[in-house]
């Protein structure tokens, strides 16, 4: 389902966001701790090649090394590596600017791991997170104005 585009005014770097929400729904991630490559594989539904390059270009994704050197992929890598593909294919960012989007968010606070991507109500693109920036703004020119009157 495809929700009406939304517009963000990010006070902070003077520039616009576009973004498309679409409802997504992740695949169910099997009940384990870790994940060899090729089953992060099929969940995540790209080559395991991909997945090694988004490795090196996301510092986000760290799967641990056991034993054998095999990578073996957490949870959380598993949900980060759908919220990199959702951003790069549903999205349509480019590597450059998925890593700056997420970089973004987690200067913000936002833990990604919480965030349900794809739905509205989770990403920073709602109303609730347009007021807030809005009364950031506020509260600097108000301290700007202090500064001038003392």
Request: glycine share 6%; hydrophobic share 30%.
């Amino acid at each position: 389902m495809v929700h009406q585009e939304q517009y963000l005014t990010d006070s902070k770097q003077e520039c616009q966001v576009n973004v498309k929400h679409e409802t997504q729904s992740f695949p169910n991630i099997p009940d384990k701790i870790y994940f060899r490559i090729g089953e992060v594989s099929q969940l995540v539904g790209v080559d395991t090649h991909v997945l090694r390059y988004w490795e090196s270009e996301f510092s986000l994704i760290k799967p641990f090394r056991g034993p054998s050197k095999q990578r073996l992929y957490r949870r959380r890598d598993v949900k980060n590596l759908l919220r990199i593909k959702y951003l790069l294919h549903e999205e349509g960012y480019t590597i450059s600017g998925a890593r700056k989007y997420i970089k973004r968010l987690t200067d913000r606070g936002y833990d990604l791991a919480k965030m349900r991507w794809g739905d509205p109500d989770s990403t920073p693109d709602t109303l609730l997170f347009e007021i807030k920036q809005e009364l950031q703004v506020i509260l600097e020119k108000l301290e700007r104005g202090k500064k001038t009157d003392s």
